[in-house]
């Protein structure tokens, strides 16, 4: 049995690579946490992509007058 974060005998990263795929990583993903309430309110990434853009599009607009 382990303790809190101790390992357990049978993992084995002597051989592991850190980072190796980070970068592949860090192109395809944008991850954005949403605190509770807002997630509430924006169930899924197209609400909350939806939402984005008229904000961008009113700031636009704002900025333009």
């Known amino acids: 049995m382990t303790k809190g974060n101790e390992m357990l005998k049978e993992y ?3 051989k ?3 980072g190796k795929y980070a970068h592949r990583y860090a192109r395809g993903t ?3 946490v949403l605190q509770e309430d ?3 309110l924006f169930p899924d990434s197209a609400s909350v ?3 984005l853009r008229l904000l961008a599009q009113v700031a636009a607009r704002k900025r333009a007058a």
């Open 30 to 32: 944008n991850v954005v």
């Open 38 to 40: 807002v997630a509430k």
């Open 16 to 18: 592991g690579v850190r």
């Open 49 to 51: 992509n939806q939402a």
């Open 12 to 14: 084995d990263f002597s």
